[in-house]
């Protein structure tokens, strides 16, 4: 009797926990994460009783959690991949809407500006057209500084986004590490069972990390798991974990980087290798659209403030003097690394303007020799210096201690720091310096024009520049013009075969000799007095705006801001539709793993009221085993 009413009795623990486990089951439908779970049960050791083997019941072998690793690691790689588009995207869409708003773009006001210009070069004496020249050109600088404050914002957005990712990095990866150490724990408790639900809990958690940054995985024998991040740093080794830092930028305080603190207690920076998730997106959207933007909005201020402050000086203004700079002149920006030991400093000079390509450069010495590196293009050039690069020249001086390094941003600070430097309507240059015209007196068609003032450095004049055709100027036979006033002469001009024009260089000037003269016929050079009327240097200015002054020659300043407005449009739009496939290969990922791991209601009540048949019947056995031993019981009182 004992042996079936032992039976019945195993039956009925074994069948209450596969019952528990259903509920278990269907209690946690909803909840993200949950993977269900089966009792697996396995026959007790037979008996042997009068030479034949009598089953002794059933017991619960294990408590089965339905889970796949390679589903559940790409539904974390997904995480990690969608979860970093879709903070690309966001960051890139606001950067793109600002830039490309009519309203608040630099493309209404750089047009606004010169056609201010234009209306002086059609009324070049007017005092209300040169107001209303400094109007658009103080417009223009408030473009530059709200862009460039709309760009900064956004800059300490991110900061504050990293500091938030990284906070939050950390602590899931203690959770973790908790977790684990409950999870060796109570493994080694129960002799090997693992704790389904704590496992849940800590995958759960991994996928939500893989959210903030991509993270790879190691189990452990013991049932930990090693989470790593970046190129193979360790985050978390079984029950202890690492705290991933923020720290500023030692090239520049503004921008926080993420590191990890050594043995040493140093920092070292990790934001090369993080990617994936909310963090790597952060990071990457920084270096990718941001910076360059910043970069290139500088580039086109430099470039303005350098080419038109050129040939502004090159011009004279309603009082007769000669211009001065137009908008505030603009430098380069460099800042040494704040772990320098040595004594070395640089100068960085811009040469050209026009040769500027918006790219940063790292400066570092190996204890040997200097290396300049194009952050953009990782190209190196080594040496002693001075290096002469993109329209940059870097002088160094001191003595540099190996490691010793500075951080050069050309353009970095050109939106922020540009401003009018002209104020008051009268200095502006608008006039030529020179001016030319024929002697009365010639007899031929001489002519003498496109006077173009290129080195204001030998103005104003000494004296007159008078230039008079000679048929034997270079000797006997071969004419010319003699020249007097300046040095240079004489200058071989045949009528024959250049009077339909002939250029020369005098003294910092050009100009254009045509015609045919006779002998003894002059052409006059001399200083433009009086000529608030002359609209030349003006004109020049104007043309400014359609010419490829930029990166080397190819682009105009309107094209380079679109060059910047089209490359974040293509940034934003490649990571919008990285979101949404990012998306939908994320569904299809947790739709797989859900088919596996996921709790099915109807399956889950078909085992409900299995096992409760079941679980009546074993309550049957029992009360028979009962009556039986009570029938006994009667017959051996009688």
Not at 110 to 127: H, I, K, R, Y
Not at 474 to 496: C, E, K, N, R, T
């Amino acid at each position: 009797m004992a042996n079936i009413l032992n039976v019945g009795t195993s039956a009925l623990i074994a069948l209450q926990q596969a019952i528990s486990t259903t509920g278990h089951n269907i209690a946690n439908v909803n909840t993200e994460g949950y993977s269900r779970q089966r009792v697996n049960f396995d026959t007790l050791p037979p008996q042997l009783n009068e030479g034949h083997y009598i089953g002794s019941g059933v017991n619960i072998d294990s408590v089965e959690r339905f889970f796949n690793q390679f589903l559940t690691s790409e539904v974390q790689d997904r995480t990690s991949a969608q979860s970093g588009s879709q903070v690309f995207y966001d960051l890139a869409s606001r950067l793109d809407n600002l830039l490309s708003d009519p309203n608040v773009g630099l493309s209404k006001t750089l047009e606004g500006f010169f056609g201010a210009l234009q209306d002086v070069t059609n009324n070049p004496g007017s005092l209300p057209e040169r107001q209303a020249l400094l109007g658009g050109a103080q417009a223009l600088a408030d473009s530059f500084h709200y862009l460039d404050s709309s760009f900064r914002s956004t800059n300490d957005e991110l900061n504050a986004r990293i500091e938030t990712s990284v906070s939050d990095i950390n602590s899931l990866a203690s959770s973790i590490a908790d977790l684990n150490e409950q999870i060796v724990r109570d493994t080694a408790q129960s002799g090997g069972a693992p704790p389904n639900d704590l496992l849940d809990t800590r995958d759960q958690l991994i996928t939500e990390l893989s959210g903030k940054i991509s993270v790879t995985t190691i189990a452990q024998s013991d049932g930990a798991i090693n989470v790593m991040v970046g190129n193979g740093q360790a985050l978390v080794i079984g029950t202890a974990a690492q705290q991933l830092q923020t720290f500023d930028d030692p090239f520049n305080s503004t921008q926080s980087l993420v590191g990890i603190s050594g043995l040493s207690g140093t920092i070292t920076d990790l934001g090369r290798f993080l990617d994936g998730g909310e963090l790597g997106a952060a990071l990457d959207f920084r270096e990718q659209v941001l910076n360059p933007a910043i970069n290139q909005l500088g580039l086109v201020a430099i470039g303005l403030t350098a080419t038109f402050n050129e040939q502004h000086q090159l011009g004279v203004d309603l009082n007769g003097q000669a211009g001065g700079d137009f908008f505030l002149p603009l430098s380069a920006t460099f800042s040494p690394s704040v772990n320098n030991s040595g004594t070395s400093s640089i100068t960085v000079d811009i040469s050209d303007a026009t040769a500027l390509t918006g790219d940063d450069y790292d400066l570092s010495y190996d204890g040997s020799q200097w290396n300049l590196t194009n952050l953009s293009t990782n190209v190196t050039q080594s040496g002693a210096g001075p290096f002469v690069v993109d329209g940059l020249t870097i002088n160094i001086a001191g003595a540099p201690a190996n490691g010793d390094s500075f951080l050069i941003q050309p353009t970095q600070q050109g939106a922020t720091l540009f401003s009018v430097a002209l104020n008051n309507a009268e200095g502006f240059a608008a006039a030529s310096p020179l001016r030319s015209e024929q002697s009365l007196t010639n007899v031929g068609s001489s002519d003498i024009g496109d006077l173009i003032v290129t080195d204001a450095s030998g103005l104003p004049l000494a004296s007159q520049v008078t230039l008079t055709f000679n048929p034997d100027a270079l000797g006997p036979g071969i004419p010319g013009y003699d020249v007097s006033g300046i040095a240079g002469g004489p200058l071989a001009y045949d009528p024959a075969t250049e009077s339909n024009g002939k250029t020369f260089t005098l003294g910092g000037f050009d100009f254009t000799v045509s015609g045919i003269p006779q002998d003894g016929d002059e052409l006059i050079i001399e200083n433009n007095t009086n000529g608030s009327g002359d609209n030349r240097n003006a004109l020049i200015l104007a043309g400014l705006q359609t010419s490829n002054l930029l990166n080397g020659g190819t682009t105009s300043f309107k094209g380079a801001y679109g060059g910047l407005v089209a490359d974040v449009a293509i940034k934003t739009s490649q990571a919008e539709s990285g979101a949404k496939t990012g998306q939908i290969l994320l569904d299809q990922s947790i739709a797989s793993r859900d088919s596996v791991s996921g709790v099915n209601l109807d399956e889950e009540a078909a085992n409900l009221i299995r096992y409760q048949q079941a679980y009546q019947a074993a309550a049957q056995v029992i009360s028979v085993a009962g009556e039986m031993f009570q029938v006994l019981i009667n017959a051996t009182q009688r």
